[in-house]
């Protein structure tokens, strides 16, 4: 299993923006003078993790200029998006953000989940995930959402799967609040988010925008979002990019462009590459590996106020620079302290994490020791996925674009390095589909994994975690690939102990 899950995006593929000085990342250094490293000291100042907590939950960066003035996304939450609607698209509510009275009304259904005036109440009250508005009362007593913006938590928290909550839905059917309403887990990929589908329903768009947005979770499933198709497909992001939308779709998909799964912003403490092509480093933003990424999809995605370049990354012959400012620079400040945050994120235990994302610690400790010898010998594993964050990115660096086992191989090519970084495992029974690609997986209509293999005895197995496993051990256990060679005994026991990781 040399290297398992590899490819994991690092926290905030849809997540913020950090940055300090350095040529080709956003701002130049002075003249002569070498950059200075700003990457978080270990242990972490926890001012400083305060500070990236706020930020990290509640910073927008200034994006209600794009969200706002742009896509007009208040005008549609306004007039459409009812709690309802938003729960299908995969936002949540955190519950330490209501008041008694509130959960009373959601509970008896006072307060109603299918009215859009309920999703303004919930945003003037800071309880909708990831999203930030500015909510007035009219002369008609009726709300108005008069501007909103994203925060990194839209795709990088979600809220635990142990409250016990139910409301009065659709004609007064009672229905499930668990895992909608919760308490916020940072740090934990949203893998319920559909970001296409809620994007696509912005009136600003082409109409080849909207069917290719609204596309991603039609043909992947929720939980993927594409943090590369707007810089080559769309001028407004990229000045680099040709006016003809819809061409630059079609050469852009042609080419290899797909949504990817978002990743966790867990587990990524003193590592010096971020995420799963090793782009960002201290050498490309002097804020550190996460830092990079953060500025890239604060300023990029986010269309937060701030700059982000790199020489490396060349779209239509000329390197990727974006200038988001308003005459302003809202993200370079807050970087140190949002990666102090992301750092100081632990990687969830199924132990003690494991019923708040109702997923059982029931391993089986015979077969967990039986995988352990395996993934240190016949399966390969530890040679990449090695140290206490099980990669070998400290020792060993990046791997090429060979190195991977998952379905799609395009994908790299859109990075700055074009090559691959071991993604450490820790926490893996999170966030099921596997792979950059979500090629880890099982077909539930099917029961086979996405190459087309099956996975023996592990068909009968209760919980997602374990078939998505088999799945990403019969990648590697592929003829064509690293043919290690298991039985199907081997696999259960090695299923087991990447679950108990």
Same mark, same amino acid.
């Given at each position: 299993? #040399? ?32 950059? @200075? ?42 007039? /459409? ?23 009373? +009304? ?14 303004? /109440?919930?945003?003037?009250? #800071?309880?909708?995930? +990831? ?5 007035? %009362? ?6 108005? $959402? ?5 925060? =990194? &938590?839209? =795709? ?5 799967? *142990?409250?016990? @909550?139910?409301?009065?839905?659709? %004609?007064?059917?009672?229905? !499930? ?7 916020? $887990? ?36 929720? +939980? ?5 198709? !707007? ?22 998909? %042609?080419?290899?462009?797909?949504? @990817? ?61 974006? *200038? ?21 994120? /632990?990687?969830? /235990? ?16 015979? &077969? $967990? ?11 390969? =594993? ?62 539930? &209509?099917?029961?086979? =994994? ?5 996975? +023996? ?43 108990? $990781?």
């Amino acid at each position: 299993m #040399n290297t398992l899950m590899r490819e994991s995006w690092l926290p905030v593929a849809i997540s913020v923006a950090l940055g300090v000085g350095l040529t080709g990342c956003g701002h130049a250094t002075d003249a002569g003078s070498a950059p @200075v490293s700003q990457v978080p000291q270990l242990p972490l100042d926890q001012q400083l993790v305060a500070a990236g907590q706020h930020t990290f939950r509640y910073d927008t960066f200034g994006d209600e200029t794009f969200w706002t003035d742009t896509l007009k996304m208040n005008t549609v939450i306004e007039s /459409a998006v009812d709690p309802l609607t938003a729960a299908s698209v995969g936002l949540k509510i955190d519950a330490t953000a209501l008041p008694p009275d509130v959960v009373k +009304g959601v509970t008896d259904g006072s307060i109603p989940l299918d009215d859009p005036q309920t999703t303004l /109440a919930l945003l003037s009250l #800071n309880a909708v995930v +990831g999203l930030k508005g500015q909510v007035s %009362k009219g002369a008609d007593g009726k709300l108005h $959402l008069d501007r909103v913006g994203i925060t =990194c &938590a839209l =795709c990088h928290s979600t809220v635990s799967r *142990d409250l016990p @909550v139910t409301a009065p839905g659709l %004609k007064g059917a009672m229905i !499930n609040l668990a895992g909608i309403i919760g308490t916020r $887990l940072d740090g934990w990929p949203n893998r319920d988010l559909q970001p296409g589908t809620i994007i696509s329903l912005s009136p600003a768009l082409t109409p080849g925008q909207k069917a290719e947005y609204a596309s991603w979770a039609k043909l992947y499933g929720p +939980g993927f979002y594409d943090p590369r198709f !707007n810089v080559h497909t769309d001028p407004g992001s990229n000045p680099a990019v040709a006016p003809d939308i819809d061409a630059n779709i079609a050469a852009y998909k %042609k080419a290899g462009g797909i949504p @990817v799964v978002i990743p966790p912003a867990f587990g990524l403490a003193g590592l010096s590459k971020g995420i799963f092509t090793g782009d960002g480093d201290a050498a490309h933003e002097p804020v550190g590996p996460t830092a990079y990424w953060n500025r890239y999809v604060g300023v990029v995605q986010m269309h937060g106020h701030g700059t982000f370049s790199d020489q490396r990354l060349i779209i239509n012959g000329k390197p990727l620079k974006v *200038d988001h400012r308003v005459g302003d620079d809202l993200i370079t400040a807050i970087l140190p302290q949002l990666e102090a945050y992301q750092w100081s994120i /632990a990687a969830p /235990a199924l132990g003690v994490d494991g019923r708040k994302w109702a997923v059982a610690s029931d391993l089986n400790n015979q &077969a $967990l020791t039986r995988g352990k010898t395996l993934f240190e010998g016949q399966a390969k =594993c530890s040679g990449c996925h090695s140290g206490a964050s099980f990669t070998d990115v400290e020792t060993f660096g990046l791997h090429p674009a060979s190195a991977s086992v998952a379905l799609d191989k395009n994908y790299i090519k859109f990075s700055a390095t074009n090559k691959w970084r071991v993604t450490p495992l820790k926490g893996i029974w999170q966030h099921p589909p596997y792979f950059h690609d979500g090629s880890g997986a099982l077909n539930v &209509a099917t029961n086979k =994994c996405l190459d087309g293999s099956g996975i +023996g005895s592990l068909a009968s197995a209760k919980d997602r975690v374990r078939q998505d496993l088999a799945c990403v051990v019969n990648r590697y256990n592929d003829a064509k690939e690293l043919n290690l060679g298991l039985t199907d005994a081997q696999r259960v026991d090695l299923v087991e102990y990447l679950k108990s $990781l």
